[in-house]
């Protein structure tokens, strides 16, 4: 959810049932400062999860369902997520497949942001995306990969476009 959505960790945390609407694909977000937004649930393979995770908490008893609070994501103990909990399950998955790299929730975001943008998103969509009131705060994302910018020079060379003239 993190990497399809590009929502903060905070904001993954603070997530109710009602927030997420499957049949319009779209979680209802509130941000820093108490803002709200709408973001798209473009990711097939993450509505396809969320389907089946929301079927199993209208199921019948188990780990996930029934739960005595409106928390979309739960704890073993079926309590609200944290943030720490979050962090904590990044750090055993990324241990177990053998990712060395310290791995945060924040680089899922940054991951989101930076995809975007190589595949030529406008800032200014990406800004609405994250949240961000500034576009100031969206341009920490325009580091550009080495391998993106020599895919552009290849391809768009103003010495090779001025030969074709």
Not at 14 to 23: G, P, Q, T, V, Y
Not at 112 to 124: K, P, Y
Not at 128 to 151: D, I, N, P
Request: include cysteine; charged fraction near 25%; glycine fraction near 4%.
């Amino acid at each position: 959810m993190l990497t399809a959505t590009g929502i903060r960790v905070s904001e993954l945390c603070s997530l109710n049932i009602e927030s997420i609407d499957l049949e319009s694909k779209t979680v209802r977000v509130f941000g820093k400062g108490s803002k709200e937004r709408v973001v798209i649930l473009g990711s097939k393979q993450t509505i396809a999860v969320m389907e089946e995770y929301m079927i199993a908490r209208k199921g019948p008893e188990t780990l996930w369902s029934q739960p005595s609070t409106d928390a979309l994501f739960l704890s073993r103990s079926k309590h609200r997520l944290t943030d720490q909990a979050v962090r904590k399950i990044i750090r055993k998955r990324t241990s177990e497949v053998g990712v060395e790299n310290h791995i945060t929730p924040h680089m899922f975001r940054h991951t989101f942001a930076t995809t975007l943008l190589e595949q030529g998103v406008s800032i200014r969509y990406i800004q609405q995306l994250v949240g961000h009131s500034s576009v100031k705060t969206t341009e920490r994302y325009t580091y550009v990969s080495f391998a993106s910018l020599k895919q552009v020079m290849e391809e768009h060379n103003p010495r090779d476009v001025i030969s074709k003239s």
